[in-house]
């Protein structure tokens, strides 16, 4: 039996964000995408929106969520890189 690493497996990776002046923080996900093979795609219950990515997912994120204040992966198995 083979070992299965996280980035084979691909599992959700969750963040938060804090748009400029406020105090509240949103929620979304990355998913492996089911219709694009090696891609992602983000949701976000606020924005509504989604969208692929195969590496770093940070130009999307800036589409759908826009110009925050604060952003952190709350997992993060990838090392993507936080704000």
Known sequence: MTETTAIEQRFPQRFRYRKHGG?????GVAVASSLIPDSWRIECLEQRGFGGFDSDPWEL???????????????????????
């Open 23 to 27: 105090d509240r923080w949103y929620f």
């Open 61 to 83: 994120l800036g589409h759908i969520i826009g110009d925050v204040e604060a952003f952190e992966w709350i997992d993060n198995d990838y090392r993507w890189r936080s704000l």
